[in-house]
């Protein structure tokens, strides 16, 4: 069982380079989610979909955009990476059913050094 | 919308000590509550959850109950492992929401 996979595991950028983090489902979720990990800040929500074709913007969503092409799949990119970027970037996917849990599966994450 | 205040850690116990984590949130409606935990090196992971007023949720010796008088959900075990040393997040959302809103987390470490 696969879950949700991230890759690539670490990373470190150039300031101004540009990257996209991978994340794969194989649950069949409708959600996905990203969020970045910093000490003493938790988790906080970059953006993310409800489905294929539909993404929305979260707590923290500038400096990063997602697309959702295909259910499996929810790459999030950094088009001009800052030092302000580095970060754990997790992903996330979710299921929902009426009267019925909300429960997130998360990766492994990505730690990313921005330089 | 929600939003969710853990105590400040880290939370240092000795093998064996009894553990509670304070969370209490503040939401629209009625959330599902979960708490989940974070090893390290390792994503979240669902350690239990509750659905609806005076549920308790439990799992791995770890329980909480959904406090809708107090908006509670205070994590407890009675006995702590060395294998607990993890960082734990309290997380309330709407069912009819989106994405998960966690609090800030409280990482425990417990020593032999």
């Known amino acids: 069982n696969a879950g949700v996979t991230q890759t690539p595991k670490f990373q470190v950028l150039k300031t101004g380079q540009s990257m996209t983090l991978q994340c794969a489902q194989d649950m069949n979720h409708e959600y996905m989610s990203w969020y970045r990990q910093d000490p003493g800040m938790g988790l906080r929500l970059i953006h993310y979909s409800v489905g294929a074709g539909i993404t929305d913007q979260g707590e923290v969503p500038n400096g990063y955009n997602v697309s959702r092409s295909t259910t499996e799949d929810f790459p999030l990119r950094l088009l001009s990476a800052a030092p302000s970027q580095t970060s754990v970037y997790f992903c996330?996917?979710?299921?929902?059913?009426?009267?019925?849990?909300?429960?997130?599966?998360f990766g492994q994450g990505t730690r990313l050094t921005v330089v | 919308g929600n939003s969710v205040t853990q105590m400040e850690g880290p939370v240092t116990l000795s093998e064996e000590a009894f553990l509670t984590i304070n969370c209490t949130y503040t939401a629209t409606g009625y959330p599902s509550l979960f708490w989940y935990v974070q090893y390290p090196g390792e994503g979240l992971q669902l350690l239990l959850k509750?659905?609806?007023?005076?549920d308790k949720g439990s799992n791995k010796g770890f329980e909480a109950t959904y406090r809708k008088e107090t908006t509670s959900f205070h994590l407890e075990k009675g006995s702590v492992q060395v294998s607990d040393s993890a960082v734990y997040f309290c997380?309330?959302?709407?069912?009819?929401?989106?994405?998960?809103?966690f609090g800030k987390g409280t990482s425990l470490l417990v020593t032999p």
């Open positions: 509750a659905t609806k007023a005076d």
């Open positions: 997380a309330p959302t709407r069912i009819s929401g989106y994405a998960l809103n």
């Open positions: 996330a996917s979710s299921y929902h059913r009426q009267g019925l849990l909300w429960v997130a599966f």
